[in-house]
C-alpha cells in the first residue's frame, strides 16, 4: 500500500510494545468501581504482562482483567485450570473479593514437542508463579486456544462472555475479535434468533495466520426455508443491511471500529454451494468457530472432516456429465423429443468449457461465436466444423421458440442425435487440451475477471472507459473512501494488480497463482452480490403498489407480461400473470407462482425508465375494484 494508504487507513497498534493506544477506550466502557480498580493496580499489571511476554513472547495472544467471576464461573474457571480437582464451593470466600483474575490466552497451534495437556499444566505453573512474585492477589488463569475453540464446537458460550466482559491489557488481535464477535453476536441474535442458523468466525484469525491489523471475518447463516411474504433476495438483503449496521454499532459499543467483516448468507444458497463442493464454502467449514449454532454447522464441519463433502469435482463436471445423459434420454425417446433436450445438452458443456478456461459463461446466441473466437482461432484446439454443430443445434431451436419451424423430422432427430455424439466426444478432449494451458492462463484470467466486473461496478457508479492504471484510484475513490467495498477486499485487488505485474515480469509461481486464484472469490462474489443488489433497486421501477380495500397488492411490469400480488400479507400469497398488449391493457389472467416469478426477475432486462398507459389503470380496477389507489413511494 502507498502512502496515501497508509495515511488513510492507519489502524490501532496492538503489538506488546504498544497497548497504550487502546487502553484509556477499553477502560472508558468498564463501570467505575473497575475503572477505579484497574487504575490502582495498573503498575502490577504492567509488570505482569512484561514478565510473561517476556517469558513466552509470541504464543501469548492476550492478557486480560476478568470482571470478578460470580460463584458459578468461578466455578467453571477451577475446573478449567485444574479438571482432575473437585468443583469450589459455590460461595466466594471473604479474601476473594481482593483477587485480582486474569486471564492469559496461549497459542498452542504449533505446539509438538509435548501434549495440549502438558503444555497448559506448564504454562499454567509458569505464569502462576510470576503472578504471585508480583502481588499474591494476581490470580491468572492460563486458557489455551485449542481449548476454547473446542468448547465452542461443544457448544458451551460462556468462556466467550466471560472475554467480552474483560478488559485487555495485551491483545494480538484475538481478544478485540471475540469481543466485536460476541457483542454482535448478541445483538444479531436478540432481533432475529428464529432466523439465524450459525454465527461463526472465520479467516485468518482461525486460520493462525492473524496480525494486529488483520480484519475480523464472520459468517452468519440465515433460514429462509419458509419465507412467504417476500423472495429470498429481497429477505437476504434487508437481513443484511441490519445485521452489518449492527456491526458498526457493536465496534462503537466496544471501541473497535473498521474491523469486523461480515458475510451473510441464506440457507438454501449456502447448501447449493455446499452440494457444489464450492471452495469459499469449503473453507468455511474447514476452519470457521461457531460462536452460535443451532445444530447445523458442526455436523456439516464432521462431514467434511471425514470425507463425505468433496472439495474437488465441480461443478465443471457436471456440465460435462449431464451432456452424455441427456443423449442418452433422447435415444430413448425419441417420439417425445424436444429441441430443448438437444439443445442444452450441447449448451451446457460448451458453457462448462469456457468457464474451465476462465470465461464467465455467455448468453446462448453467443457462445458458439466465443468458442471459435477462443477454442479455434486464439488457441486452435478445436475444429470449426464442431462449432458449427453447436451453431446448428441454436438456430434450429431459435427457429421452433420463434414458430418457423413447426416440427423435426425422424431423419433431423437422427442427424442431431449422431452430430451431438460427435460434438460431445470432442468436447471430451477440449476439456484435456484446456488443462494443459490453463495454468499459463490462470492469471489473466483472474485478472481479465475482476477488473471486467469491476469495470461494471464502477459504470453503475457513473464512471466510464477507466484504464488499468487509473483503476486502483478509481476503486478508492468510488467505492472505497464511501463505504461501499470492504478494505479487505480492496486489498485482495492491489495483490491481484501486484500479481498481475509478476506474472508479466515471469515472477509468478503456480503456488502463488493458485493461492491468488482463492483469495479473489470472494472478490468476484462480492462485486457480483453488489451487481445483484442495483438489479434489486432496478426492480422497484416496474412495480405499481396498490390498496383495496384493506389489502396491499402489488402489479411488477417485466416486458411484455404483468404479474400480480393480490395480497403481499397473505401466508399463502396469490400470484397470476397477463400479456401487456400494445394499447397497455392486459390479455388473459392466468394463475402464475413465485418459483415462475423469481425465474422471469432473473432474467429481465429493466428499463430506464418505466410507463404505463390508460387503458392499463382501467384494467386495475377491474382486478382490484373501483376503489384501489395506486401508492407512490410505498
Known sequence: MGKKDKKQYSEPNNSPTAPEPKEPEAISKLPEDVQEKLKAIKSKLEKFQKRVLEKFDKY?????????PKPEELQQLQQMQYPAQQPLPQEPKPEDKDKIHVLVLVDDSDSRTMSKLELKDKLTAIVQSIGQEIDPNITPQTLILSELWQNCFDAKYELLQLIALSAPIHDTGML????????????????????????VLAGSLVQGKATPSSDIDVWIV?????????TRVELKDKLRAIIIGMGIEAGELTGIRNKIN???YILTDFWDSLREANPVIYTLLRDGVPFFDRGIFMPWKQLLKMGKIKPSPEAIDIFMGSGEQVIRRVQLRLNEIGMEDIYYALLTPSQAALM???????????????MRDIFVHKEKLLEDKFVKILERIVEIRKAIEHGDKKELTGKEIDELLEDSDKYLKRLKRLFTQIEKIREEKEMLNIYDTITT???????????????????????EDKLVSEGKMPLKLFRTFQDVMKAKKDYDEKKLSKVEIEKLHFESAGLVKFLVEYIQRKRVRDLERVKIRVKHGEKFGEVILLGNEAYITYDLDAEDREIT?????????????????????????????????????ERMFEDLKKIFGNEVEILMGY
Do not use: C, W
Open 176 to 199: 478485540q475479535a471475540i469481543k466485536i464477535a460476541e457483542v454482535h453476536k448478541t445483538m444479531v441474535l436478540k432481533k432475529f434468533e428464529k432466523y439465524i442458523v450459525s454465527y
Open 262 to 264: 461480515i458475510q451473510v
Open 577 to 613: 400473470k397477463a400479456k401487456i398488449n400494445d394499447d397497455g391493457s392486459l390479455g388473459a389472467i392466468e394463475k402464475s407462482s413465485i418459483e415462475e416469478l423469481e425465474k422471469a426477475l432473473a432474467s429481465a432486462q429493466f428499463p430506464q425508465k418505466t410507463s404505463i398507459k
Open 453 to 475: 466486473v469491476l469495470r461494471d461496478v464502477l459504470r453503475l457508479e457513473g464512471m466510464e472507459r477507466i484504464k488499468d492504471s487509473e483503476m486502483l484510484d478509481a476503486i
Open 356 to 370: 474451465l478456461y476462465g470465461v464467465a459463461p455467455p448468453s446462448p446466441k453467443e457462445t458458439g461465436s466465443l
Open 222 to 230: 440465515i433460514d429462509d426455508t419458509d419465507v412467504k411474504k417476500m
Open 60 to 68: 501469548i495472544m492476550g492478557i486480560a482483567l476478568m470482571p470478578p
